[in-house]
């Protein structure tokens, strides 16, 4: 009996702790180009995952992306784009046509990713493990440009709403905490 309840303590606390939920570095991706990848590449580097989209308000962020990754990529920041078509159908596109609109608008060069779902039974174990249950922050996507920052130890730090800008104040801070812990 004993057994048991020991037992059953530990899986309630994996399950509060979010180990549960699948390691950032083991989840399974497709590129751009739709390659199949992982993040276990991004292992050690401090990550900056966002649902973008090429026909949102927001996607003048690309812009600010870029500039981030830009100017904090040698120190070990990465920017991820996921792009995503479940907020108003503002990434219908192919993979195809999306790197052509980044690179051709925003001159993007931080790694992007096949369309996947952020939200619902679709959504992908990446966001699974970003915002499901068992998530340090925990609860569906509400829009476009949601972005995730992970520790170089893949534990997320922070996460901000489509509104935060990539060049305020608050974000640029947390980007340099991670980017000085080790």
Known sequence: MTFRILLGSLIWLATLTGASAQPIFEVSVNDIDGQKTALAPYRGRVL???????????????EGLQALY???QKRGLTVLGFPCN?????????????KEFCSANFHVTFPM??????????RHP????LA?????????????FNKFLVGRDGKVIARFDSGTEPDSAAFVKAIEAALAAK
């Open 48 to 62: 900056l995952i966002v649902n973008v989209a090429s026909a949102c308000g927001y996607t003048g962020q690309y």
């Open 113 to 122: 990713f096949a369309k996947i779902s952020v939200n619902g039974e679709q």
């Open 126 to 129: 990446l966001y699974a493990a």
């Open 70 to 72: 830009a100017k904090y």
């Open 132 to 144: 499901g249950s068992g998530a340090v922050f925990p609860g569906d996507i509400s829009w476009n």
């Open 86 to 98: 479940q907020f108003g159908g503002q990434e219908s596109g192919s993979e195809a046509e999306i």
